[in-house]
Nanobody, 125 residues
């Protein structure tokens, strides 16, 4: 059984960099696609980007300030989002998919076969 667990600070100040980790157990991050998705309060899911052995994909709206990386020795995926504002307040999830269609198609939870519990991040001074 593959399990994903997001972790990181729950409160980040505006203009700082948000950094989250997704720890994966029961499966290797060297196969499949591993995405970061978020859900701002009162809004729908928003795919941010994904990493796989073949490369990294970002949603264009995040491309100037997002970085996704992985540590295969720890089986972890990391998200870094710079220059955060209160609009980045959201529950952040990591998810695994066997295929990827970059963009809006990845906003649906149905494309993921495994999904973390999510971690709340609030951007506030």
């Amino acid at each position: 059984q593959v399990q994903l667990q997001e972790s990181g600070p729950g409160l980040v100040k505006p203009s700082q960099t948000l950094s989250l980790t997704c720890t994966v157990s029961g499966g290797s991050i060297t196969t499949n696609y591993w995405s970061w998705i978020r859900q701002p309060p009162g809004k729908g899911l928003e795919w941010m980007g994904a990493i796989a052995s073949s490369g990294i994909l970002y949603r264009p709206s995040f491309e100037s300030r997002i970085s996704i990386s992985r540590d295969t020795s720890k089986n972890q995926i990391t998200l870094r989002l710079s220059s955060v504002t209160p609009e980045d307040t959201a529950v952040y999830y990591c998810g695994r998919s066997t295929t990827i269609t970059p963009g809006q198609a990845m906003d649906s939870q149905r494309v993921y076969d495994y999904w973390g519990q999510g971690t709340q991040v609030t951007v506030s001074s």
